[in-house]
């Protein structure tokens, strides 16, 4: 493998990723980025979203929470809330998460409550846009 680079993914709780890459995608708040090797030195805040790695010409899509990105000297390191590969979402546990986001919205919130609502609708949808990204194409 060529031109790669070297993409760390730190939780609280585990280091989630550790390990060369070809390139890989994050969303920031400003959208989605790629990364290559040689990238120019960044830091950058992370948005939930699904970062998709790509390692030995396959791509791998995971699940990621809130967090910050460094990118120097071709190694890029993620903090973040959370981390799931796609056979770690429950599914039925995300829906119900959604369900609970959603009827928080309909109600009269603060607006603190309310980030806290959108942000919990947000990290559901996603878990599930990742679990549904990575089941067989029938």
């Known amino acids: ?6 993409l760390d993914i730190i939780v609280p709780d ?8 070809q390139e890989f995608t994050v969303k920031t708040p400003g959208g989605e980025i790629g990364v290559l090797s040689g990238h120019i030195p960044l ?3 992370v948005s939930i979203g699904p970062v998709r790695i790509k390692k030995d010409d ?4 995971c699940f990621l929470s809130e967090g910050y990105m460094e990118m120097i000297d071709n190694k890029a390191v993620i903090l973040a ?7 770690e979402i429950d599914p039925d546990r995300a829906r ?8 928080r ?3 009269k919130l603060d607006h603190l409550e309310h980030r806290y ?3 919990a609708l947000q990290r559901a949808l996603c878990r599930l846009k990742v679990a549904e990204s990575s089941k067989p194409k029938a």
């Open 81 to 87: 809330d959370a981390a799931e590969w796609p056979e």
């Open 14 to 21: 585990r280091r989630f990723f550790s390990d060369t890459v």
């Open 1 to 6: 493998m060529t031109d790669t680079l070297y």
């Open 43 to 45: 830091t950058v805040a």
């Open 58 to 61: 396959q791509w791998r899509p």
């Open 117 to 119: 609502s959108e942000s």
């Open 105 to 107: 919205l309909e109600t």
């Open 96 to 103: 119900a998460a959604e369900k609970r986001a959603r009827e």
